[in-house]
């Protein structure tokens, strides 16, 4: 008798199988490697990500002299 367990076709316990399969890269400016979920790498590029569509926020309520609001229609 075999003490594995057998895979379920539905299971989601293969997260480490996935990640044995993608090549491991170092990032340009960090030691992390870019992995699926929540990880440091993730959250360090989304934060980047937000703080570019800060910038672009700032970018057209200074050009439009009006709030990013009324710009997009949103509040008249």
Known sequence: ??????????????????AEKIPKQNSATTNDFPTFGWSAYAERINGRFAMLGFIAILIVEATTRGSFLQWSGIFP
């Open 1 to 18: 008798m075999s003490s594995t367990k057998p895979a379920l076709p539905n299971q989601e316990d293969n997260s480490a199988d996935l």
